[in-house]
């Protein structure tokens, strides 16, 4: 699991070690304390694990400023030591990119030390450590941690005087030994879409003459193509927290996804500090065939991907009123055989599922209490968060609402009264069902397609105009 506050009071994040090949781990039960004056306080939890080679004298590993997200960063670098089996003759060398950093380091019993960058790092493509066993050692190296950040300056921000760092955000890049040991998985970016440039990015949106709407990454306008088709042009605000590892994340799930109630992207721009996603432009149309996009994410993709951002403003419509799925940005793909990923919480106040926002446990059932939430919306025309209403939630005021049993007491006023009663209460008990607080209560997606067909059948008589397939 990914241990941040309160284990960390500092509410770092510390990702879990993925184990390399010629890694293994020791780990204690025990407690491992901090010095009275240790200015990093590293929490216990994260220091009761240690990395050691299998069969070797030294421990390697590197970072990779190119995948860090901040590549033009100065970056500071701590590496956490704590001894975990009693009794023990260990020391090693510490070496930094080739040069000795630390000579015949013994860690303490049970005690959090650190060796620590007091000059930062300049960027570079990567910076490798090695931990060699000294000649009086009897056991190969360990690292329980290694921590790095970066130094984040903030421009206009006005700080109290007295605080003499209060300009500075510190953005950690915390890690258990994860994913900074990562450069023989990784591949290189492989795209087959259309590069574009700054310049014709400009060209499309006639200047960004357009909005569309905006959003955590930025902005997003209309545009057009040199043969006359109209795109969406998403562009990343320098001002966005949202930065180059989600963009280049949100262009990985395009590439690999297809399907006619997911968006499509046209290409994307990387030029220079700019950078910018060109998609399908969607106009208009009705959020009912979303859900067959969510359950091909959830079924039909290998791995399973999940969105971790379903609301209402990521469903665009298009002409003949079909719904497609967009912004990938946060998405998270998973393997097949895993049901719960522990992960940083992302997603939208008011649509973010509570169990995964306390055990940072993410399934695709945090995806489908999402969607249920969606549901009481379309029905009540209500947003996620009632402010004004003792900022009450929307699952909470429909429960309320319906203690009567009377379904027209939240259902939107502006349809008169123009619907199949039995059909609404049937997409409200699959909303209900949808947003428990217990994801195993939850069902799949594939159920809430099933049920939703059925739903539709009682009101599709209502008016013989309408697609008597529904949701096929």
């Not at 990567?126 to 903030?154: C, D, H, K, Q």
Request: a negative charge; glycine letters at 6%.
């Amino acid at each position: 699991m990914i241990n941040r506050y309160p284990f960390d009071r500092y509410d770092r994040i510390w990702r879990p070690f993925v184990d390399p090949v010629g890694w293994t781990s020791i780990s204690t039960n025990l407690t491992v304390n901090n010095y009275a004056k240790d200015q990093f306080e590293a929490p216990s939890a994260v220091m009761q694990t240690a990395a050691v080679p299998v069969n070797s004298s030294t421990l390697q590993f590197y970072w990779d400023f190119v995948g860090s997200g901040f590549p033009d960063n100065e970056f500071y670098a701590n590496l956490h030591f704590s001894e975990l089996l009693p009794n023990t003759s260990r020391a090693f060398d510490v070496y930094l990119s080739g040069e000795k950093w630390y000579t015949n380091y013994t860690p303490p019993y049970l005690m959090s030390d650190a060796i620590y960058s007091t000059a930062p790092l300049t960027p570079s493509l990567r910076y490798s450590w090695a931990l060699n066993s000294s000649g009086l050692s009897t056991l190969p190296p360990i690292l329980n941690a290694l921590e790095v950040y970066t130094p984040m300056f903030l421009k206009n921000t006005p700080t109290d005087t007295d605080d003499g760092s209060a300009n500075i955000l510190v953005q950690p890049e915390k890690e258990r030994l994860s994913s900074l040991v990562k450069g023989h998985q990784d591949n290189p970016l492989q795209l087959d879409n259309r590069q574009f440039t700054y310049t014709e990015v400009l060209r499309i949106t006639n200047n960004f003459e357009r909005t569309l709407g905006k959003g955590g990454f930025g902005t997003v306008y209309h545009g057009y193509l040199e043969d006359g088709t109209q795109v969406a042009v998403k562009t990343r605000s320098q001002s966005s927290s949202q930065g180059t590892k989600e963009f280049l994340a949100e262009v990985h799930h395009l590439i690999r996804i297809h399907h006619k109630n997911l968006v499509s992207m046209v290409g994307y721009c990387m030029d220079g500090d700019h950078l910018a996603l060109v998609y399908e432009y969607m106009s208009q149309g009705t959020l009912l065939d979303y859900i067959r996009g969510l359950e091909y994410l959830h079924k039909g993709c290998k791995p399973p991907l999940i969105h971790r951002d379903v609301k209402t403003a990521n469903i665009l419509l298009g002409e003949q009123l079909e719904a497609k799925i967009a912004d990938f940005g946060l998405s998270k793909a998973i393997q097949n055989d895993v049901t719960n990923v522990p992960t940083a919480v992302v997603g939208t106040p008011g649509y973010l599922d509570p169990e995964y926002y306390i055990s940072c446990q993410l399934s695709e059932k945090s995806d489908v209490y999402s969607f249920g939430v969606i549901l009481l919306e379309l029905i009540t025309a209500e947003p996620p968060i009632l402010i004004g209403r003792q900022n009450a939630h929307i699952v909470q005021w429909v429960r309320e609402r319906l203690a009567n049993g009377n379904i027209e007491d939240v259902v939107d006023s502006k349809l008169q009264g123009e619907y199949d009663v039995n059909s609404v209460w049937k997409v409200a008990d699959i909303a209900f069902r949808c947003t428990s607080q217990a994801s195993h209560q939850r069902p799949s997606m594939t159920n809430v397609v099933a049920e939703l067909k059925e739903s539709l059948a009682l009101e599709c008589p209502r008016d013989t105009t309408s697609n008597s397939d529904g949701l096929p």
